[in-house]
């Protein structure tokens, strides 16, 4: 069964930094784009960033560039979203999703990040 | 961006009755067309995935359609666990966007 497992959510001031992590399990995860999807309260899903399954190549959608960064370690079945200088819009609950083709076809529970003073 | 926009924002059903869901592209995505269902605390289960092939372990009543920039999502027979969130996703060019979504919720 596939399990993805976020932590590392919380409250940030702006300007602040936060690192989330997923972790893998119930699939060969070194063989799957992964990417990280967040939903600000009361609204539609953004699909943030993608990484390709070597970690070679990452995509982030224009309100993150040169703020957030994507990564993984597939020895460890983890994946990671480094946040910086983080603003009140990106409050939202940060999943952690599987993609297959273009389509996120398992995801994690999520976890909250809040960034308010 | 491709904006997905979903109509209605809301739809009221009563179990047993049949919903059919809107999404429409503000440009062509072909068939890469995803639908996702979001109940409350729980993460989105895929649903449909290019416009109209049922997920693993999707029942039979959802059913998906459209190619280009406009897309249905029926579901019949609506069932008490169906009662939820859907959303839309385009996967045809990057990035991926959603929709806002429709509530479906008991009439």
């Known amino acids: 069964e596939v399990q993805l497992a976020e932590s590392g959510g919380g409250l940030v001031q702006p300007g602040g930094s936060l690192r989330l992590s997923c972790a893998a399990s119930?699939?060969?995860?070194?063989?799957?784009?992964m990417g990280w999807v967040r939903q600000p309260p009361g609204k539609g899903p953004e699909w943030v960033a993608k990484?390709?399954?070597?970690?070679?190549?990452?995509h982030y959608v224009d309100s993150v560039k040169g703020r957030f960064t994507i990564s993984r370690d597939n020895a460890k079945y983890s994946l990671y979203l480094q946040m910086n200088g983080l603003r009140a819009e990106d409050t939202a609950v940060y999943f952690c999703?599987?993609?297959?083709w273009g389509k996120g076809d398992s995801w994690g529970q999520g976890t909250l990040v809040t960034v308010s003073s | 961006e491709i904006v997905m926009t979903h109509s209605p924002a809301t739809l009221s059903v009563s179990p047993g009755e049949r919903a059919t869901l809107s999404c429409r592209a503000s440009?062509?995505?072909?068939?890469?067309l995803a639908w996702y269902q979001r109940q409350p605390g729980q993460a989105p289960r895929l649903l449909i995935y290019?416009?109209?092939t049922r997920a693993t372990g999707i029942p039979a009543r959802f059913s998906g359609s459209g190619s280009g920039t406009e897309f249905t999502l029926t579901i019949t027979s609506l069932q008490s666990e169906d009662f939820a969130i859907y959303f839309c996703?385009?996967?045809?060019?990057?990035?991926?966007?959603f929709g806002q979504g429709t509530k479906v919720e008991i009439k």
């Open positions: 440009q062509g995505v072909s068939s890469n």
């Open positions: 996703q385009q996967y045809n060019k990057w990035p991926w966007t």
């Open positions: 999703v599987r993609e297959t």
């Open positions: 119930g699939f060969s995860f070194r063989s799957y784009w």
């Open positions: 290019d416009a109209s």
């Open positions: 990484i390709k399954y070597d970690g070679r190549d990452q």
